[in-house]
């Protein structure tokens, strides 16, 4: 598949305009690292990729990696969600260093899809806040809606059922997966950077 990265489109530029107007402000405590990640997501949306960005953030609150969407470009990697690439890159830095992530937060612009939820299940990241909910592809909310619910399931009679397999729902609960307290202009921002190109994509998928 290739798909052309169009030069200056407009589209881009306003989001990138919009961007740069949101003033990081005091009464929405995560807007500042919100906006890294939909800046990274914009970003990621200028290569025809899904636009999304994510950061990994230190227990002192520094940002130790970035990460964008690259599914697309520069050539098809169908892992590379932003969420990943963060983690990858993380992990490349600290190459044999044991680093537990318990006290990480993952910031991302979009709620995390199933696979990028199970990798930071796996990697043991213990905060994840994300700007935008996603209905269609994010596993968040879909779990929620699973626990809130589970014990009137268990009353009748449904033992078996979850959502993920029982390790994977302890590893769940002990971390914390949420909406960010941020500005809603990076909400919008977030899910329009996403939205840009789905529709170019699913056409080229056909
Ligand atoms: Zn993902």
């Not at 269609?136 to 397999?165: C, R, T, W």
Request: charged share 25%.
């Amino acid at each position: 598949m290739s798909l052309k990265v169009p030069n200056g489109n407009p589209e881009i530029q306003s989001l990138k305009s919009r961007l740069d107007k949101v003033i990081v402000s005091s009464t929405n405590s995560e807007d500042a690292y919100i906006k890294q990640t939909v800046k990274l997501a914009i970003e990621s949306a200028s290569n025809l990729n899904y636009g999304v960005g994510a950061i990994l953030v230190d227990k002192g609150g520094d940002v130790v990696s970035r990460g964008q969407n690259q599914v697309f470009y520069p050539y098809f990697q169908s892992g590379l969600h932003a969420e990943m690439d963060a983690l990858n890159q993380f992990e490349e830095k600290i190459r044999g260093e044991r680093v537990d992530l318990k006290d990480y937060t993952i910031y991302t612009s979009l709620e995390p899809c199933p696979m990028c939820m199970s990798r930071i299940l796996m990697a043991g990241v213990g905060f994840t806040v994300y700007a935008a909910d996603d209905d269609l592809g994010g596993m968040v909310h879909i779990i929620e809606a699973y626990l809130k619910s589970k014990k009137e399931l268990k009353k009748q009679g449904f033992d078996n059922i979850g959502v993920l397999p029982d390790v994977w729902e302890q590893f769940y609960i002990k971390q914390s997966f949420r909406k960010a307290d941020c500005d809603l202009e990076l909400q919008k921002l977030a899910i329009e950077a996403f939205l840009l190109n789905i529709q170019q994509i699913r056409s080229k998928r056909k």
